[in-house]
C-alpha cells in the first residue's frame, strides 16, 4: 500500500469514530482511565474488575466520595454504609442522634450499643427502676427473672423469701427446685417427712430415689419386702446382677431348669 493510501485509511477510520466519541458524556471518559480503573479505586487482588478505595462508593461507574453524616467515622470496609455513629450516638434515619441516657443507667461500651441499667435497677421501658429485694434476699448479677433470690434457708414465695422448714432427718439442698430439702441417707421421703428404710436380712442400702431403698446381696432376690436365697438349678450360676441366674454353657434355660441344647 502506498504511503498516500495508507494515510486516506487512518484519516477515514478517525472521521468515523469521531461521531461515537462526541455522543459520550465528558466524565464517561473519566472513569476508566488506562486499564479500566476509575479515580480512587484499585483492581481487585483477585479476578478481573476493581473495587473503590475505602471512602468511596461505586454509583455510575465512577467511585464517589460517602457522604458521612455529622457525629459518625468511616469504617474503611468495601461494604455497608461506610461509617457508623460515634460511641453515644446511634443511626436514625441515615443520622447519628445522642442516645438519651436515663437515670440509674450508663451508655454501653459498644458504639450505638444503647445504655444499660446500673447494678440495683432494671430495665422498664425508657427507665431503669430499683430492684426491690426482700427481707432474707439478695441482688443478683442475672438479667432475667427477678434481679434478686433467696438467702440460703429460704426459698422465693411471690414476691418474698420464705424459711423452708427441714424435717427431721433431712438437710437442706439450697436449690430454688423441689422441696428445698432432701432425706438423709437410709431415710425417704413420705408426705413432707423422711421415714427410716427397712432393710431386710441379706439385703442393703442403695442409692436410688425409686423403689424400696435397698437391694438384695448376690446370691439373693427381692421377694415382697424380704431378700430370699436363689435356688439354682445343676449346671446354672449366679449371673451378672447377682440377683438370678443364667445356664453354663453349652446348656440353656427351659421350665427352670439347664438342659442342652
Same mark, same amino acid.
Given at each position: 500500500?502506498?504511503?498516500?493510501?495508507?494515510?486516506?485509511?487512518?484519516?477515514?477510520?478517525?472521521?468515523?469514530? @469521531?461521531?461515537?466519541?462526541?455522543?459520550?458524556?465528558?466524565?464517561? @471518559?473519566? /472513569?476508566?482511565?488506562?486499564?479500566?480503573?476509575?479515580?480512587?479505586? /484499585?483492581?481487585?487482588?483477585?479476578?478481573?474488575?476493581?473495587?473503590?478505595?475505602?471512602?468511596?462508593?461505586? =454509583?455510575?461507574?465512577?467511585?464517589?466520595?460517602? !457522604?458521612?453524616?455529622?457525629?459518625?467515622?468511616?469504617?474503611?470496609?468495601?461494604? %455497608?454504609?461506610?461509617?457508623?455513629?460515634?460511641? %453515644?450516638?446511634?443511626?436514625? !434515619?441515615? +443520622?447519628?442522634?445522642?442516645?438519651?441516657?436515663?437515670?440509674? +443507667?450508663?451508655?454501653? +461500651?459498644?458504639?450505638? %450499643?444503647?445504655?444499660?441499667?446500673?447494678?440495683?435497677?432494671?430495665?422498664?421501658?425508657?427507665?431503669?427502676?430499683?430492684?426491690?429485694?426482700?427481707?432474707? &434476699?439478695?441482688?443478683?448479677?442475672?438479667? *432475667? &427473672?427477678?434481679?434478686? /433470690?433467696?438467702?440460703? %434457708?429460704?426459698?422465693?414465695?411471690?414476691?418474698?423469701?420464705?424459711?423452708?422448714?427441714?424435717?427431721?432427718? +433431712? *438437710?437442706?439442698?439450697?436449690?430454688?427446685?423441689? =422441696?428445698?430439702?432432701?432425706?438423709?441417707?437410709? *431415710?425417704?421421703?413420705?408426705?413432707?417427712?423422711?421415714?427410716?428404710?427397712?432393710?431386710?436380712?441379706?439385703?442393703?442400702?442403695? !442409692?436410688?430415689?425409686?423403689?424400696?431403698?435397698?437391694?438384695?446381696?448376690?446370691?439373693?432376690?427381692?421377694?415382697?419386702?424380704?431378700?430370699?436365697?436363689?435356688?439354682?438349678?445343676?449346671?446354672?450360676?449366679?449371673?451378672?446382677?447377682?440377683?438370678?441366674?443364667?445356664?453354663?454353657?453349652?446348656?440353656?434355660?427351659?421350665? &427352670?431348669?439347664?438342659?442342652?441344647?
Amino acid at each position: 500500500m502506498s504511503a498516500k493510501r495508507r494515510l486516506c485509511v487512518i484519516a477515514c477510520q478517525s472521521l468515523i469514530l @469521531l461521531p461515537i466519541f462526541i455522543g459520550l458524556p465528558s466524565h464517561a @471518559l473519566a /472513569q476508566a482511565p488506562s486499564g479500566g480503573v476509575p479515580e480512587n479505586a /484499585q483492581a481487585k487482588s483477585y479476578g478481573t474488575g476493581w473495587h473503590c478505595n475505602p471512602g468511596y462508593r461505586e =454509583s455510575d461507574g465512577a467511585c464517589a466520595a460517602i !457522604d458521612i453524616p455529622e457525629f459518625a467515622y468511616a469504617t474503611n470496609r468495601f461494604y %455497608g454504609s461506610g461509617w457508623k455513629c460515634s460511641h %453515644g450516638f446511634e443511626e436514625i !434515619d441515615g +443520622a447519628c442522634s445522642p442516645i438519651l441516657v436515663p437515670a440509674n +443507667a450508663y451508655l454501653d +461500651a459498644h458504639a450505638g %450499643g444503647g445504655w444499660k441499667c446500673n447494678r440495683g435497677f432494671r430495665a422498664a421501658d425508657d427507665a431503669c427502676v430499683a430492684i426491690d429485694v426482700p427481707e432474707n &434476699g439478695y441482688l443478683n448479677d442475672s438479667h *432475667y &427473672g427477678p434481679g434478686w /433470690q433467696c438467702d440460703r %434457708g429460704y426459698r422465693s414465695n411471690g414476691d418474698s423469701c420464705v424459711a423452708i422448714i427441714i424435717p427431721a432427718n +433431712a *438437710y437442706p439442698t439450697y436449690s430454688d427446685y423441689g =422441696s428445698g430439702w432432701e432425706c438423709r441417707r437410709g *431415710y425417704r421421703q413420705v408426705d413432707g417427712t423422711c421415714e427410716g428404710i427397712e432393710v431386710p436380712p441379706n439385703g442393703y442400702l442403695n !442409692d436410688s430415689t425409686y423403689g424400696s431403698g435397698w437391694s438384695c446381696n448376690r446370691g439373693y432376690r427381692a421377694d415382697g419386702i424380704t431378700c430370699i436365697e436363689l435356688r439354682l438349678p445343676a449346671n446354672a450360676h449366679v449371673d451378672y446382677s447377682g440377683n438370678g441366674w443364667d445356664c453354663n454353657e453349652p446348656y440353656q434355660k427351659r421350665n &427352670g431348669e439347664c438342659v442342652l441344647r
